[in-house]
């Protein structure tokens, strides 16, 4: 998880829209397509983001049932 593009993502799941593609992460992190959606796997390997597939899109979101203490590690970072 420590690895700035990854703080990144997660900062604008927590202030953006609910869901969003790996497009528009990509677009707005300033990261490649491949690079963001290797990420967000690995991301959601951790349960850090969940996945909706629909309309052949994926869509991704914060997992807001994360563990307290990951939830602390995460707003330390992002604060």
């Given at each position: 998880?420590?690895?700035?593009?990854?703080?990144?993502?997660?900062?604008?799941?927590?202030?953006?829209?609910l869901?969003?593609?790996?497009?528009?992460?990509?677009?707005?992190?300033?990261?490649?397509?491949?690079?963001?959606?290797?990420?967000?796997?690995?991301?959601?390997?951790?349960?850090?983001?969940?996945?909706?597939?629909?309309?052949?899109?994926?869509?991704?979101?914060?997992?807001?049932?994360?563990?307290a203490?990951?939830?602390?590690?995460?707003d330390?970072?992002?604060?």
């Amino acid at each position: 998880m420590a690895n700035a593009n990854r703080l990144k993502i997660i900062k604008l799941l927590s202030d953006g829209a609910l869901e969003q593609t790996v497009g528009e992460i990509a677009r707005g992190i300033h990261v490649t397509f491949r690079g963001t959606s290797q990420h967000l796997r690995l991301l959601h390997g951790l349960d850090i983001v969940n996945s909706n597939g629909r309309n052949g899109h994926v869509y991704y979101s914060l997992n807001r049932n994360l563990p307290a203490d990951l939830k602390k590690v995460i707003d330390i970072f992002l604060h």
